[in-house]
């Protein structure tokens, strides 16, 4: 990570993997509870909902944070030098010129 980093991206960041993190998960939860309700279904149904929604917050999750490591992850490699020669400098230029 960089050495000083501005408190409002970290909260941003915060805020990110908690919505990450809970938001499949209520939504799961949420949904389950109502569908079973009004649609009268039975109590496994609920246990489903529950089951894909940590999936899906565990997928979040890993995707979320597989992104940030990708995002800080310091790099070795040096940039790439700048091409500086002239055309001049290349023989294809002298051989033709002189046809």
């Excluded at 509870?33 to 039975?42: R, S, T």
């Excluded at 790099?75 to 400098?89: I, L, M, Q, V, Y």
């Amino acid at each position: 990570m960089k050495k000083k980093e501005n408190p409002f991206a970290v909260y941003a960041k915060v805020s990110q993997i908690a919505f990450v993190i809970l938001g499949p998960l209520l939504f799961f939860i949420v949904g389950g509870y109502y569908a079973v309700k009004y649609f009268e279904l039975p109590q496994w149904v609920m246990g489903i909902c529950v089951a894909l929604g940590i999936l899906f917050m565990i997928g979040g999750a890993v995707s979320y944070l597989s992104q940030l490591i990708k995002t800080y992850e310091k790099s070795e490699k040096r940039a790439p030098k700048a091409f500086t020669s002239s055309p001049k400098d290349n023989d294809y230029y002298d051989d033709h010129k002189n046809r």
